[in-house]
């Protein structure tokens, strides 16, 4: 295992070296070759470390992805606002990174959280509060998260 | 609660009422209104129903969704071939799916399902099978994936 690298190091995002690869290639590199899309971006599922549970889907540019990386604390790409976005920074609803996971592919990544307060900013636990039922009728608001 | 609708009636796409609504309004309401993007997709992410592990992401058209809902089989859009994407159709690894779910601003799924064989196209489990290391060293491959 190599030591801890400096900043810039972690993950050189604009390095020809960092391009995918391609098919197999890509599902089998043991290099961080992040797949963004024509936006410059990768999904990123945000999970609860404890209880598995997911508590969002945010969007990660190559700056957010290193920040994580770096900092341990979720950093995002706020496509709303079009900035850098660490979470938690106005709310104080912070995650604390335990892991991070990348697909197959290298398009999402995985990270796997100490949630302080709710993730979503609603307030509630987790985003994905609503359930959609199977034959149409409304949806429902999770009872425990409402 | 409404009783089962037919088909068409479970999510009517195109139908200007279920346009996606602004803000709070969007976060509350209690009908399915997606905001898909400009390819006209949401993101699906897949979890084991049983285990809590999150099994991969894809994309879902209002096509793939509506099929999910009404056959509780995951069913994606799958952006490399261009085509409904029956998970499991050829390869067998089907996802029975036990619970959908959609969060607060309507642009992402989340799916509990019950997983036949891996979920990954590699034949793994999860599509995250691989670690990103916090210090910049190369990615570690889950030892319960390999």
């Known amino acids: 295992m190599a030591g801890a690298k400096g900043r810039g190091d972690v993950w050189s995002g604009h390095d020809p070296v960092s391009a995918p690869l391609s098919g197999s290639e890509q599902d089998e590199t043991l290099a961080l070759r992040p797949k963004f899309n024509a936006d410059g971006l990768v999904a990123a599922i945000t999970q609860d470390a404890e209880t598995g549970e997911v508590l969002m889907l945010a969007w990660m540019n190559a700056e957010a992805l290193t920040a994580t990386l770096e900092t341990r604390r ?27 996971r990348i697909d197959c592919d290298q398009d999402a990544v995985l990270l796997k959280v100490r949630q302080t307060g709710g993730a979503c900013h609603t307030g509630r636990a987790s985003c994905f509060y609503r359930i959609v039922p199977f034959d149409g009728s409304p949806l429902s608001k999770d009872p425990h998260m409402s």
């Open 74 to 100: 979720a950093t995002y790409w706020s496509r709303s606002r079009g900035e850098l976005w660490v979470k938690g920074e106005t709310s104080g609803h912070t995650q604390e990174v335990v892991e991070v």
